[in-house]
């Protein structure tokens, strides 16, 4: 049974705890306050309010305190935010960079006096001590270098899965590249190597980089094999309007875009797997909205739709499926159908068209006769140039079905625009054949009598019994600043090339005969037309046959 006396020593202490963890809030309170008056002091919670609301929320002053210096430091590393001001106000802002580093360093201590395993602190304090003396001048920064070289290989070792420590080091090298040896190059460019593989220190770094490495080979070989690490790459050269090195870009990036593929897919079907089906569904969307058009990606495509969980898919989605339906529709006019039925219906229930036209023979394709008549019988205009398509699809399955007169009288709706188009005369030649009538005229040799347009993209096409040797284009209007095109022979990419007004570029030819399709693409941010194409040797293009009677 308790004494009287331990009873009041019980109370005595818990009195006394309770007005330690009074004080210990009271105080707690003045430091926070004191933290949210030099966020605002600096202007750094206005630009970061996050941080602000991060400091309110924090029960711990210590963390909160990490808060609060690493914001300034990182307005520090990342200035863009000096642009927004002018004036005095940008004056002001400099003045105080010093304080602010200052600031960012004494809390930085004193986290670390606190929490010695704390890799936060150790890469704030590296980080403000380097800045300090690269804005002071110091020249004793590069042979001084272990007061903050150490700290953040340091922290880079406590805490692996951080990209900050690594950021800073990376961009440090680059700022004192020239103080630096070869070798010491070499391990700043190992450095690099990695830091790059997060997209925000590429996008951060890379310009200074471009201007230390020795040459544009050295630079690019540290970009990440990765298909949107290159994209950015090729993004900043566009705004430069560096055409030639777009190219190199765009020919690196088409080149690890099969691995990327490949990666995205076996991690969409492991999350489908393991039945995170939203998940699987973003990077299914991911991969069909980088997977090239092609013969070369049919598998691909096939293994994406079988990935893809069933549902409606946004609409910048849809204008893939309906491009893959339509060069698809394309194939099998020419009598070379690349997809299967399953994959063309999936196609279709993903897309959506605006017009009966497109509906019609987006169904004729997949196979749906009942609704593609449908949408026939309900159209007021059957032989306008957007139904060509369509007839050309239900000319081709009544010549199958031996209806040949039927097909001839579907193929005498066809809108003259489409009259000289290669997959007009392939579904021509097989209803001549279902017609019993001497296609003579068609075996020759042809091209199309004009280049044709599909926006900015220009095309031609032809029919080749014996293909040609080379192909030569002449390039009429381009911008000034020159422009970057994508050359594709049937949907297979020949190369990049960085054009001028008068550019010829030679070609060879394809060594199949058939019919192909040349196209030429300026990618984004640049416009190309060309004036003229030459086969090489010239042939005389088949004289044309009347239309039979159907």
Known sequence: MRTRLEHLVAGVLAVALAAAGMYSYFSWERSRDQLLELLAEFGTGAREPGVVSDVRREPDAVRARLLVARAFLAEELDRRWLADLVGAERESAEALSL???????????????????????????????????????????????????????????????????????????????????????????????????????????????????????????????????????????????????????????????????????????????????????????????????????????????????????????????????????????????????????????????????????????????????????????????????????????LTASGEAGEAAAALAMIHPDWAERAVTRAVRALVWEGLGVSSRGQAGDWQSPAILYAGETSFKEYFWRQPPEKIRLRFGSVASTGAAVQILWSDRIVGCYSVDSGAVITLAAPRTSGFHVLEVRPLPGSRAALADIRVIPEFRSARPAPRPRS
């Open 99 to 397: 304080r602010k580093l200052e600031l960012a360093d004494s809390m930085a201590r004193g986290v670390l006096a606190a929490q010695p395993a704390s890799w936060q602190a150790r890469m704030i304090l590296a980080g403000s001590t380097y800045l300090k003396m690269s804005r002071l001048g110091d020249p004793d920064r590069w042979r001084e270098r272990w007061r903050w070289e150490q700290p953040l290989r340091d922290a880079m070792a406590m805490a692996t899965s951080q990209v900050e420590p690594r950021r800073i080091l990376a961009a440090a090298y680059l700022n004192d590249w020239s103080l630096m040896t070869e070798s010491e190059r070499q391990s700043a460019r190992d450095v690099l190597r990695v830091a790059f593989r997060d997209r925000v220190t590429l996008e951060q770094l890379l310009p200074a980089w471009l201007r230390r490495a020795d040459s544009l080979g050295q630079a690019l070989d540290l970009i990440p094999a990765d298909s949107s690490s290159w994209q950015h790459v090729e993004q900043y050269f566009r705004v430069r309007q560096d055409w030639e090195r777009v190219c190199e870009a765009r020919t690196r990036s088409l080149a690890v875009l099969p691995e990327y593929l490949e990666r995205t897919l076996a991690d969409a079907e492991k999350r489908l797997a393991g039945g995170d089906k939203r998940g699987a569904r973003s990077l299914a969307l991911n991969a069909l909205a980088r997977l090239p058009i092609g013969p070369v990606h049919g598998e691909l495509l096939d293994r994406l739709l079988r990935t893809l969980p069933p549902g409606p898919i946004p609409a910048q989605y849809q204008q893939r499926t309906r491009d893959w339906l339509a060069w698809t529709r394309r194939e099998c006019l020419l009598g070379r159908c690349p997809l299967p039925k399953a994959v063309i219906r999936r196609l279709r229930a993903l897309s959506q068209y605006a017009t009966s036209a497109g509906r019609a023979w987006a169904a004729e394709l997949a196979g749906d006769t009942y609704s593609a008549e449908s949408h026939e019988r309900d159209a007021l205009i059957p032989n306008a140039s957007d139904w060509a398509p369509y007839l050309l699809l239900k000319a081709k399955r």
